[in-house]
């Protein structure tokens, strides 16, 4: 072995080499604040290790990227840790940055001979938040999407060639498959390989400048191995755990049990440009930039996006000139906290507050409660035996009565329907078609036959039938039936939904509903006006065969007036949806879905 | 700055010999190192060893064909096989052709037997040599007669015969792949 070491030290010269990054000299013996660097060679080289093995599990493209980092997420083996490591990692590194900057500016360490090397620091600095950027959008998530759609929108404000570059940056005139193939290009390739180059230069002109050695020297001189190795690895090491908590963080779930399934880095639901995410916000550390914006309206958005941040680093770079003058130190020093603690913190601080206390909070707070619903829902439905289709899991999402059922409810229908769920008020209330929560259910069916409630706001108290038949005949007529019978012919008439989450107690209810049925159909009774099944005539009311079935809610907002539900002048101002072209069949089936609460269902934790 | 420091970094002397230091310090810096360097070689080395959990489902028998479709004349003809799921990483792919086998009915009988359409030397397609009534290889010329037996060429093995029944008026085939290039018949993962 050793005759073999002897031999590769001959033709290689190794032992010099080893020797000479090992045993640099340290005047004044290691210390703790000298390992700001080495953190952060740490966290590039982190993530260079786990960018590579995300690498091989991720695949850019529109109907992949959200899918393949599901997959490394919720599917592989460990995929949370790694992919949770790489993103924590990458927070960490923009700190750690900043606090190097800073303390190389307090110590004044970018003066004669190390100007060059401050200057390749501001270049590491830039590739580093390029990094950070186009990460972002890699997940092809609706946060990324919509954070970096800011972003290269910010590039178009450039004078010039600003539309050009924004363009050349997306890939093409809009998002697409080109965007994702080209920042994973930057984000794994270019910018990682000029880190590199950079860094090496940044270590190397380092090295020949010896370290900056803070006066006064407290202990004698030493090298860098082991002793400031021992405290750098120390420091590294705090950062991993920081990293970690926050890894294991959202898996937290008190008393000391994680949840692994939330462990992580966060996944929305997959990007979509047809949907509103108002809950979209950058990365939190550009979170000043974001608040700064909100001050340049309109044609001055230029200053905030790209004037201030341009002056910011020219004044950076200047610093090792400005240094020479005699209070060239002292306004460095005071530039750049003022910049930290005047500027980077309030902005945050106050970004933090206009959405989490602000009088818009709630609207915010609301969006990102829908989006985390909206995060949930898609891992649930990419874990349901339909999977994800070859068409991407926005697909399942947009088929999904449980998202986008509501989604269309909420557009077309609860303007007059309220809601469901909220109690009638407001806007909807003044408007007033009955509410639809739980619409064929035996509770919402036993409150129509209230007498109390028929003409109340849930149901027809705001509507042209508030003085009609119905009304007439539940606050009198029906006052004569028994409570058994009033109770048989609700449970009859919701049964003809078929309603899934009912169907255990139709079943049971076998006997009842078949008495009900009968009483539905007497020509005495319901069937005076109502059509049901082979008793009684289309034309005065709406057909009660099927009632709340998913057809016969889609043939009713297809066209409320047709003679089997409200014919001609009886319809009080529902649209034909389906008729006039407003939804398509596919969407009104979602809506039926949605108000039959027909949609999937993950089994009960514990039954796998 | 001081002028031994600019003298100490322009002019690099050879390094002192390093005092000597506790056992402790170097034990601990190399051991803490090597934590650092381990920890994300490890969690990536566990996501990139998933594809060893994964194992190939499809054992079920598929129907490739009704029986009337295949001409009882002792001719080979070959069919697709359609899996009606198939599971590739994340996506759940519907009808998907997963492979084909050449089917061949004996003579005025009922009787089906298949066979894999790829080649067990280096799972090349087999083509169906009409005036020669042989399966050959287009990539390494191996041969083989109707019933799937080695006549010539470099396959270590038959052709892979899959397990084959007629019920219902159709065919039913448990398709599988097995490995290529042994002389033992044995199944994919």
């Known amino acids: 072995m050793r005759a073999f070491l002897a031999w590769l030290d001959d033709r290689t010269g190794y032992r010099q080499l080893v020797h000479e990054a090992l045993y640099e000299r340290i005047p004044g013996g290691a210390r703790w604040r000298y390992a700001w660097g080495s953190t952060l060679v740490f966290c590039f080289a982190t993530q260079v290790v786990t960018g590579l093995f995300l690498w091989m599990a991720y695949s850019p493209s529109q109907q992949t990227a959200w899918e393949s980092v599901y997959y490394i997420q919720h599917e592989m083996q460990g995929g949370w840790l790694l992919r949770g490591v790489h993103h924590f990692m990458a927070q960490a590194m923009v700190v750690l940055m900043g606090l190097h900057l800073l303390q190389v500016v307090v110590d004044g360490a970018y003066r004669a001979p190390r100007e060059i090397n401050f200057w390749l620091g501001l270049v590491l600095m830039q590739i580093v938040l390029g990094l950070a950027l186009t990460g972002y959008l890699l997940p092809w998530d609706q946060k990324g999407y919509w954070a970096t759609k800011v972003a290269t929108n910010l590039v178009g404000l450039a004078p010039g060639l600003g539309s050009a570059a924004q363009q050349l940056v997306v890939g093409g005139p809009t998002y697409g498959h080109h965007t994702l193939t080209r920042f994973f290009a930057l984000h794994a390739g270019l910018l990682p390989g000029l880190l590199s180059v950079f860094l090496l230069l940044h270590v190397a002109l380092f090295r020949r400048h010896g370290i900056k050695a803070k006066e006064p020297l407290r202990q004698p001189e030493c090298t860098f191995w082991p002793d400031q190795v021992l405290k750098d690895a120390v420091a590294c090491l705090a950062v991993l755990a920081v990293v970690l908590g926050c890894v294991l963080w959202p898996a937290w779930s008190g008393a000391w049990k994680l949840d692994l399934t939330r462990a992580g880095a966060e996944l929305m639901a997959p990007a979509d440009a047809t949907n509103q995410y108002s809950a979209a916000r950058p990365e939190w550390y550009f979170l000043f930039l974001y608040q700064l914006l909100k001050y340049f309206p309109g044609d001055l958005e230029w200053i905030g996006a790209i004037a201030l941040p341009t002056v910011v680093l020219l004044v950076l770079a200047l610093m090792p000139l400005v240094g020479r003058w005699k209070y060239g130190h002292g306004f460095n020093v005071v530039f750049l906290l003022a910049l930290l603690l005047c500027g980077v913190v309030p902005l945050t601080v106050l970004a933090w507050q206009e959405d989490h206390r602000g009088p818009d909070s709630p609207a915010y707070l609301a969006a990102v409660d829908a989006a985390a619903a909206d995060a949930e829902r898609i891992v649930e439905l990419a874990q349901s035996p339909s999977r994800i289709p070859p068409t991407g899991a926005l697909a399942l999402l947009r088929s999904d009565p449980k998202t986008e059922g509501r989604r269309l409810f909420e557009h077309k229908c609860a303007v007059c329907h309220g809601t469901p769920g909220s109690p009638p008020d407001g806007e909807s209330a003044r408007i007033g078609a009955p509410n639809l929560a739980d619409f064929a259910s035996r509770a919402w069916l036993s409150g129509l036959l209230n007498p109390a409630q028929i003409a109340g706001p849930k149901y027809f108290g705001n509507t042209a039938h508030f003085e009609g038949e119905m009304v007439d005949f539940v606050t009198g007529e029906l006052l004569s039936w028994s409570q058994e019978e009033i109770a048989s012919a609700v449970l009859a008439l919701s049964a003809e939904a078929g309603l899934p989450r009912q169907a255990a107690a139709d079943a049971h209810d076998a006997t009842r509903i078949e008495a009900g049925r009968a009483l539905i159909a007497g020509e005495d009774k319901c069937a005076q006006c109502h059509k049901f099944h082979e008793a009684g005539e289309l034309g005065t009311a709406p057909d009660l065969t099927g009632y709340g079935s998913r057809q016969w809610i889609a043939d009713f907002v297809h066209n409320p007036a047709h003679e089997r539900f409200y014919a001609g002048d009886a319809n009080d101002r529902m649209p034909a949806f389906g008729e006039s072209g407003q939804l398509s069949p596919a969407q009104i089936g979602l809506i039926a879905d949605y108000l039959r609460q027909d949609w999937f269902q993950p089994p009960a934790t514990g039954a796998e | ?189």
């Open chain 2, 1 to 189: 700055m001081s002028a031994a420091q600019i003298s100490a970094a322009s002019a690099p002397a050879p390094a002192p010999v390093p005092p000597r230091r506790s056992f402790l310090v170097r034990f601990a810096a190399a051991a803490l190192g090597g934590v650092l360097v381990l920890f994300p070689l490890l969690a990536g080395l566990v996501v990139a060893f998933d594809p060893l959990r994964r194992k190939n489902r499809q054992t079920r028998e598929i129907r490739v064909a009704p029986l009337d479709a295949l001409p009882d004349d002792g001719v080979p003809r070959l069919f697709p096989v359609i899996y009606e799921t198939l599971d590739d990483a994340w996506t759940r792919h519907r009808d998907v052709p997963a492979g084909a086998v050449y089917l061949v009915r004996a003579p005025g009988t009922s009787e089906v037997k298949a066979l894999h359409a790829t080649c067990p030397h280096l799972g090349c397609f087999l083509d169906y040599q009409t005036e020669r009534r042989a399966f050959g290889c287009p990539c390494h010329k191996s041969t083989f007669d109707l019933a799937g037996v080695r006549t010539g060429g470099v396959s270590p093995r038959d052709m892979d015969e899959l397990v084959c029944h007629v019920r219902g008026g159709a065919i039913w085939v448990k398709f599988q792949n097995f490995l290529a290039g042994r002389p033992e018949k044995e199944p994919e993962a």
